[in-house]
Each structure stands twice: as C-alpha cells, then as structure tokens.
C-alpha cells in the first residue's frame, strides 16, 4: 500500500470507495452492481481512479458477470492506455463479455492493439449484427471516417415498410443506448447503399407504406477515408446531424456526427500537446507503472541530450572570447529563451494550420514570407528592449554590447520564426509526425543561432 495517493473529491466518493471495496473483500458481484447503479455519477471517475490495479480487475470481472452493460459503460471513465491495459489482465470469459457491450470505436481500439491471439477470439466475438461494418472499418486509419464512425446503424431491405422499421425497433430495444436510432438506412439485396431517412418523418405514416418512397435525398455521404478536416465541413454544410459512410463498393460501414469527430479532433489536439510536451506513447496517467512512464519520457529526454550537446560546443569554440567579455555568459541564455520562444510561436500556427487543412507542406515559400515580417519588427522591438536594459545594466567596460546583443537578438529571432514556421512543414513532408519532433529540434537550432550570433558579433565588433 502506498502513502501516496489521491484524494477524494468528496465525502461521498469517500463512502462510495469503501463501499466497493467491501463488496470487493466479500465478492459480491450483485451488491457490488446495485453501489454502482446507486452511485452519483459525478463521483465515479475519481473513485474508479482510486482503485488499485488488482481491485480494478476484480471490479470490472464481477460486474460482467452480472451486468457487463454497466461494466462496459464505467469503461469510458479510462483512458485508452488504462483500457487496453484493463482488458489485457481480464480473463478471456469476462472479456469476450464484455467486447460485445463496448461501443464500435472501443471494439476497434482492441481490435487494433490487443495481442493477435486475443485479436483472433475477439473478431469472433463481434456483434453479429454490425460483424461485417465492424470488420471493414478496421482496415482505415484512425483519423479518418472509418476509424471513428459508429456501426451501430439500422439497415433494412429495400421493399421494407413501416412494420418492418417498428419490428426491428422493438427487437432492438435493449440496445438504443448505443444504436444510431435517429436514422434507418436501406440496401439492395446485394448489400448497396440506397439511402436514409428519419424515423421521426416516417413512424407515423400509414402500416404497408414502403419507405423507399420517403428516401431522404438531402442526406450526404462521406467516403470512409474522408479526413477529419473533410468531415467537419461536409457537417457544417448540412442539416443533419449525422453523415453515412459507404466505401467504393456502395456497403455502408457506419454513420459519423460531430460527437464522434469532435472527440477525434479532441484526442488529436491532446496527442499533440501531449507530444509537443515531450510525452509519447499516448495518454500517461500517474496510476500506470513508473518503469513505462519512463521509458516513454526517455524516448524524448535521450535524443534532447545529444541535440543540446551540440547546441553548446559553439561556446566551448568561442571559450576565449566569453573569457575576455565576462558578461556574455549572462546574456547568452537570455537571447536564446527569447529566440525559443518566437520560434514556438510559430510551430503552435503550422501545427494548427497542417491540422486544419489550411496549409500543406508544399507551401514553404508561402510560410517564410508570412514569418520574415513577423521575425523582423519583433526582433527589432525586442532587441531594442534588450539593448536598453544592457545599457543600464551591463554596458559598463564595452559600449558597443547592447547593439551587439540587440542585433543578435533580430537575426536569431528572424531566423527562429522562419524555422518554428517551416520546420513542421519539412517533417510532415518527410512523413515524420511534426508534433512529436518540431519542439526539440527548434530548441537545438534556436539555441545553434542564438549563441552563435552573439558570440560571433561580439568577436567581430568588440574585440
């Protein structure tokens, strides 16, 4: 037991705890669902939290013996890496069980990441319903319509009628929870798509009446690998509030809306800054073991060793000039966290502009012209700063160092903006994920520039 834990956000959670841990020391998988059902649902994340690695097993292993609809629901209350790592530990019944109430997405995550041997029992395990839908939007990306659309759609035949729509309503009833009711959609008996429409515009018309006459024909369809950016505009232009997705051979794989985009984007943004932080592998939680939370802060730390390193031997070539001009040591730091700074700025806008489509990576010349202006007037405002507070502060022995560091700083900051701004772009175009490696090598390239600008200079005019 460690001394170090989190605190509960309140008195109830508190009680709440202590209420699944005796049904946990008692395994009593009903008592235990009925706490659970009871709970306030503001609670459960932070109690759920709480639990230790073994008691999360043993909690999600009763519940899906008794209500593996709840069980897969708490589910959403964990981050991917804690999911995956939850249902791995899991014995091979409860997990099959509890595959079959996640929703499509989750089933996807496993599908995707789980060991290939549990991969095999659990493509068996795929609702029979969706089994088809499910399996052909494994094979798209992530950040694409078919990695995020949601396959729980209704589909009938193309003679369907009325009674046929109440039928398959009725029969699915336990599952509207997770079912796209809003819409029904209708194939040809070769499984094509032929088109949807409301339920709400058809429920109350006459028994016997063919919904193929009510096809709505406003209603647009996305490619599965449609992008994000895609997405978000064709949901823009359209008053629907969900879109079907049908592959090349007209079989429709599933439906996307804005909760499902707005929560890719949403995992998009938090991977960036996660990985512009210098955090790879995905979500990192304090509850997942130390030795994996280093290994993937190393991942990052390691490289920055060696691009640092490089950084500074320019001061070990400039030693004896920092020896005769002491105060170059202080201003050298100053200069190059300034540099940095602008130069972060400008990796921020080409993220966020790669990301929403409204630049690639063939647009460099259009970056650094936008970035030179910028680079410039700041680098002249901010170096005249500098000169002044040099002046008053330092400039003592040598008159001539607050010109030296303010022209430094307008070269090093030029440069910085051109690079933060083209820097992703350059990445992207060589595939590598610009995010993920922008922030450490603008560092070690501002840092290059920075401390090269004011040594050089302070060797050409003050010595």
Same mark, same amino acid.
Request: aromatic letters at 6%; charged letters at 20%; hydrophobic letters at 45%.
């Given at each position: ?30 008592? =235990? ?57 899991? *014995? ?5 069980? =509890? ?7 989750? +089933? ?5 990441? !789980? ?6 029992? $659990? ?32 589909? $009938? ?42 339920? +709400? ?33 064709? $949901? ?48 990192? *939680? ?99 700063? =500098? ?35 083209? $820097? ?32 050089? =200079?302070?060797?050409?005019? !003050?010595?």
């Amino acid at each position: 037991m460690t001394l170090i834990t989190l605190a509960f956000s309140s008195e109830g959670a508190e009680k709440l705890y202590l209420k699944i841990l005796e049904c946990l020391t008692l395994r009593k998988a009903k008592r =235990l669902n009925q706490t659970l059902l009871e709970a306030e649902p503001v609670e459960l994340p932070s109690v759920l939290r709480k639990l230790s690695d073994q008691q999360r097993i043993a909690t999600w292993t009763l519940l899906s013996e008794v209500n593996p609809s709840l069980a897969a629901n708490l589910l959403d209350h964990l981050s991917d890496s804690e999911l995956l790592w939850l249902i791995s530990q899991l *014995s091979e019944s409860s997990t099959i069980v =509890l595959f079959q109430y996640l929703h499509s997405a989750d +089933r996807r995550l496993l599908l995707n990441e !789980l060991p290939s041997d549990l991969q095999k029992q $659990l493509r068996q395990a795929l609702p029979s319903t969706w089994k088809d839908e499910e399996r052909a939007a494994l094979i798209y990306p992530q950040d694409s319509a078919g990695g995020i659309c949601k396959s729980e759609v209704l589909k $009938l035949a193309a003679d369907a009628t009325i009674d046929s729509l109440s039928a398959i309503l009725s029969a699915e009833e336990h599952n509207l929870d997770r079912l796209e009711w809003r819409y029904v959609y209708l194939h040809d008996t070769e499984g094509s798509y032929l088109g949807g429409l409301k339920i +709400r515009d058809v429920l109350l018309l006459p028994r016997g009446t063919s919904l193929r006459e009510y096809i709505d024909t406003t209603v647009p369809v996305i490619s599965p690998d449609t992008d994000l950016n895609t997405i978000k505009s064709t $949901l823009d232009t359209t008053l629907h509030p969900v879109v079907p997705i049908v592959d090349e051979q007209g079989f429709q794989i599933g439906i996307v809306g804005f909760k499902h985009l707005n929560e890719a984007l949403y995992q998009r943004s938090k991977q960036q800054m996660l990985e512009q932080s210098g955090v790879f592998g995905g979500d990192e *939680s304090r509850t997942m073991p130390v030795l994996k939370r280093n290994l993937r802060r190393l991942a990052f730390l390691l490289p920055s060793v060696a691009l640092s390193y490089a950084a500074i031997s320019i001061i070990a070539i400039y030693e004896p000039i920092i020896e005769q001009i002491a105060v170059l040591a202080a201003v050298l730091p100053l200069v190059a966290n300034l540099s940095g700074a602008a130069g972060n700025q400008s990796v921020a806008v080409s993220i966020r502009e790669l990301s929403m489509g409204q630049i690639s990576a063939k647009d460099l010349l259009y970056v650094v012209a936008k970035e030179i202006p910028i680079g410039a007037i700041n680098g002249i405002l901010i170096g005249g700063v =500098l000169a002044l507070l040099t002046l008053f502060t330092l400039g003592g022995e040598h008159s001539g160092l607050p010109l030296v560091i303010a022209i430094a700083y307008t070269l090093s900051s030029t440069l910085a903006v051109v690079i933060g701004g083209t $820097l992703p772009l350059l990445l992207k175009r060589l595939n590598f994920d610009p995010a993920m490696l922008s922030s450490p090598m603008l560092t070690t390239l501002t840092d290059a520039i920075s401390f090269f600008s004011v040594l050089y =200079l302070a060797h050409a005019f !003050l010595l």
